[in-house]
C-alpha cells in the first residue's frame, strides 16, 4: 500500500501539467454541476418559502365558548402533520387586516371578522390531498363555520414544486454523466500516457490489484482536488452573483462534504474503469 | 520446464502464426530460436510467458499449462521467468537502480531487501558504477544489461529473450552474450530468440529454427547443424 501511495504521488510529480490538467478539468465539470446546483438549491428554498406559508384556517361560529376553541387547538396540535396551530380571536383578526390593508382600515368594523384556527402544516405535507384531507378532519368540528386552504394556489404551487424537482433531477443527471464521461476521459489520458509502466509491471509479474491501486489513488486524490477547487470556483460565483446579481444561499457544510466526494467518487470510479479496460486490453 | 505439445496460433488479422509447434526446454539448457522476421520466433516466446494463448495444443511452463491456467496464476508464473526484449522496455524517468527496483518492489519483496539485492544485480551485470544515471544516458549494451539485471531480479528459471541483441552492435552483443552464458552456467535455462546467425554459430547451443511457424529443425531431435546455419562457403574467383 506504501508503494502504491509512492506511485500515486510520483505521477503527480513526473507528469505535473497532465495532473494539473485532469485536476482543473474534473474541477470544471464539477463546477457546472455545482453552479447547477446552487441554482437548484436556491430555486428550492424559494419555494419552501412559499410552501411555508401553506396553512388551514378554519373560521370560527360566533358565540363559541372559549372552552370548545381550546379543546380543538389541542387536539388540532396533536396531529402528526401540524408544525403550529393558533387561535386568532376577533380583535386579532381586526388588527390583523387593518395591518395589512391600511388604506381600508376604515372600512373594519369591530365584530365583522370571524375569530379563526391557523394550522401550519410540517413540510411533506402540504400537498393538495393532504391539504384537503387534514382540512377535512378540522371540518366536523361543529363551530367551524368555514375552511380554507387556497385550494387552488397550493394545486398549482404542489405542480411547480413538480416541475422544478423533475427538472433539477433530469438536469443535474445530465450534468452529472457529463461530468463523469470528460472526468473518465481525462484519467484515461493518465492511463495511456502510463501504458508503458503498465506493461512493464505486467511483464516482471505485478498482479493487476497491484497495478491498479495507485491509479485509484491517483483517481481519488485528483477527484478530491478536484472538488475543492470547484466547491472553490461555485463559492466565488456566489460572491459575485451576491454582490451584482440576488442575494443567493450557498451550500452547507455537509452538502459541501458531499460535493467534494462526489468529485473523489468519480475520480476513482473513472479511474477504475479506465485502468480495468486498459488491463483488459493489454 | 517449457513444453510446448502441437501449438498452433493464429490471429484474426494477420492469419496463421505457428503450426503444430511441439518442443521442450529442459532445466538449465540454452536454446536459441532462429528464423527468418515473421518466422514466428516472437510469437513463440509470447507463448512462453502467456502474452498469448495457442489458438489449440497446450504450452506448459513452470507447471503452468496453458490449457487448466487461471488468470491469478499469471503473474505468479511471470515472476519466475526473467523477460528481455530487443528494445529494452525502460522506464525512462527513473534512474538504472529505480528500475530494477521496480521489479522487486511490484512482486512484493520487502523494503529493506530492496537494496542489497539491487546492488547486488546491478553488479553481476557490471553496471555498479552507473546505478544512479537514467537509462537514456547509457549506451545500447548499458540499456540492455539494466533490462537483463531486471530480469534477474526475482531469480528466474528461465530467461525469454527477444531479440536482445538487435539493436546492439558487435561490441555489446558479445558482452551480452557473455552475459546470457554467465547466467546460463548458475543454472537458469535461457530460451533466446535472434536472427544473428554468427551468433548461433559461434555458441554451439541447442538451436531450433522456425520457418513460416513450424519447426523445420531441432539440433537437439536432429543432430548436427541445420545447413541453413552453416558458414557459406567462400567462392574464389578464378
Known amino acids: 500500500m506504501r508503494l502504491a501511495f509512492r506511485e500515486a504521488l510520483l505521477a503527480f510529480r513526473r507528469a505535473p501539467m497532465l495532473s494539473a490538467l485532469s485536476i482543473t478539468t474534473i474541477a470544471f465539470s464539477l463546477f457546472a454541476f455545482g453552479l447547477f446546483g446552487l441554482v437548484a ?32 387547538l389541542g387536539d388540532i396540535g396533536a396531529f402528526p402533520e401540524a408544525a403550529s396551530v393558533r387561535l386568532v380571536t376577533q380583535a386579532q383578526a381586526l388588527d390583523r387586516a387593518r395591518r395589512e390593508l391600511g388604506e381600508f382600515s376604515d372600512v373594519f368594523e369591530e365584530g365583522i371578522l370571524p375569530a379563526s384556527i391557523e394550522l401550519r402544516l410540517k413540510p411533506g405535507f402540504r400537498d393538495p390531498a393532504t391539504v384537503r384531507a387534514i382540512a377535512k378532519r378540522i371540518e366536523v368540528y361543529d363551530f367551524v363555520d368555514d375552511i380554507r386552504f387556497g385550494e387552488e394556489w397550493v394545486e398549482k404551487l404542489h405542480r411547480l414544486r413538480n416541475i422544478a424537482t423533475l427538472a433539477a433531477a433530469s438536469l443535474g443527471l445530465t450534468f452529472a454523466v457529463v461530468a463523469v464521461i470528460i472526468i473518465g476521459s481525462t484519467i484515461r489520458m493518465a492511463v495511456l500516457a502510463r501504458a508503458r509502466e503498465i506493461a512493464i509491471m505486467r511483464l516482471v509479474g505485478a498482479t493487476d490489484g497491484f497495478i491498479r491501486a495507485p491509479f485509484l489513488i491517483e483517481g481519488f486524490l485528483k477527484g478530491t482536488l478536484g472538488g475543492l477547487l470547484a466547491l472553490v470556483l461555485a463559492w466565488v460565483a456566489l460572491v459575485i452573483i451576491n454582490r451584482f446579481v440576488v442575494q443567493a444561499t450557498f451550500f452547507d457544510q455537509w452538502m459541501g462534504a458531499v460535493g467534494v466526494l462526489a468529485g473523489a467518487c468519480i475520480g476513482l470510479a473513472g479511474s477504475a474503469l479506465s485502468v480495468g479496460r486498459h488491463l483488459k486490453r493489454v | 520446464m517449457i ?94 537502480e529505480a528500475n530494477v527496483a521496480f521489479a522487486l518492489e511490484v512482486t512484493g519483496t520487502p523494503a529493506a531487501q530492496v537494496s542489497g539485492r539491487v546492488s547486488r544485480l546491478l553488479t553481476q551485470v557490471g553496471l555498479a558504477a552507473k546505478a544512479t544515471a537514467l537509462p537514456r544516458e547509457l549506451s545500447g549494451g548499458e540499456q540492455q544489461r539494466v533490462a537483463i539485471a ?54 554451439e547451443c541447442r538451436t531450433i529454427e522456425v520457418t513460416r511457424g513450424q519447426i523445420v529443425f531441432d539440433s537437439a531431435a536432429d543432430g548436427g547443424m541445420r545447413p541453413s546455419l552453416a558458414r557459406p562457403a567462400v567462392e574464389v574467383d578464378e
Do not use: W
Not at chain 1, 370560527?60 to 380543538?72: I, L, Y
Not at chain 2, 519466475?80 to 538504472?96: N, P
Not at chain 2, 558487435?170 to 535472434?194: C, H, K, P, W, Y
Open chain 2, 3 to 96: 513444453r510446448f505439445s502441437h501449438v498452433h496460433k493464429s490471429f484474426t488479422r494477420s492469419g496463421v502464426a505457428l503450426q503444430d509447434v511441439s518442443f521442450q526446454v529442459n532445466k538449465g539448457e540454452f536454446v536459441f530460436i532462429t528464423g527468418p522476421s515473421g518466422a514466428g520466433k516472437s510469437t513463440i516466446l509470447k507463448l512462453c510467458f502467456f502474452e498469448e494463448l495457442p489458438t489449440r495444443g497446450e504450452v506448459k511452463v513452470c507447471g503452468t499449462s496453458s490449457v487448466l491456467y487461471k488468470p491469478v496464476e499469471v503473474p505468479r508464473l511471470r515472476r519466475r521467468l526473467g523477460i528481455v526484449f530487443q528494445d529494452f522496455r525502460l522506464l525512462e524517468d527513473r534512474s538504472v
Open chain 1, 41 to 72: 438549491l436556491n430555486i428550492r428554498n424559494a419555494l419552501r418559502e412559499v410552501e411555508d406559508r401553506v396553512e388551514i384556517r378554519a373560521f370560527v361560529a360566533d358565540g363559541t365558548g372559549a372552552e370548545a376553541t381550546s379543546a380543538a
Open chain 2, 150 to 203: 531486471r530480469a534477474l531480479a526475482n531469480d528466474p528459471v528461465v530467461l525469454v529473450a527477444d531479440e536482445p541483441t538487435g539493436n546492439l552492435d558487435e561490441r555489446a552483443t558479445r558482452g551480452i552474450f557473455q552475459l546470457f552464458r554467465d547466467i546460463n552456467a548458475s543454472g537458469t535455462a535461457v530460451l533466446m530468440a535472434t536472427h544473428d546467425l554468427d551468433l548461433v554459430r559461434r555458441s
